[in-house]
């Protein structure tokens, strides 16, 4: 959201049957399924950058359909993904472990969707470091999703600052 938070909407499918939801970067439910008087929408898929941005931060498949958290313990143990300083003034430091041979698609996503990096990587194994300079991108939120042909995506929100 231009707001920097992430908008949810955990369908129940073709009838729409579900609940929406609004959490801010702490993880807290800033507005949902018990304000249905200011519920808004657009509905996205699950491969949706906004919706895998969200996979952090659902601790249940009650509410989607989207994310297999039984697998959460087998992705800490093949891959390490860490982002710091965070927040940062422009540069931040990415640092990846990967134990298993992957095809990687490395992604920052700013706050309303659009793709500002992207980087494929063909059967990579091993340690990945990168400095991800965003001096000439606006302050504010952004996600760095990494997609794997073996796991579910990795996410880490970063926060640019001056």
Not at 91 to 96: G, S
Not at 130 to 136: A, G, P, R, V, Y
Request: charged share 15%; net charge neutral; hydrophobic share 35%.
């Amino acid at each position: 959201m231009s707001n920097g938070n992430i908008f949810v909407n955990a369908s129940g499918g073709q009838g729409g049957a579900g609940v929406m939801y609004e959490v801010d970067d702490n993880g807290t439910i800033v507005w949902g399924p018990y304000n249905a008087d200011t519920q808004k929408a657009f509905r996205y898929e699950c491969d949706h950058p906004g919706i895998i941005a969200l996979q952090p931060y659902m601790n249940s498949t009650l509410t989607t359909s989207c994310f297999n958290t039984s697998n959460i313990e087998q992705l800490k143990s093949i891959y390490n993904f860490d982002v710091y300083p965070n927040p940062s003034n422009d540069l931040f430091n990415l640092n990846l472990n990967v134990r298993q041979i992957s095809d990687l698609n490395i992604s920052i996503i700013n706050s309303s969707g659009k793709i500002i990096y992207n980087k494929e990587l063909k059967d990579f194994s091993g340690s990945l470091s990168k400095k991800i300079d965003l001096k000439s991108y606006p302050v504010g939120l952004y996600n760095i999703i990494i997609l794997s042909n073996n796991s579910l995506p990795l996410v880490k929100r970063i926060a640019h600052i001056k």
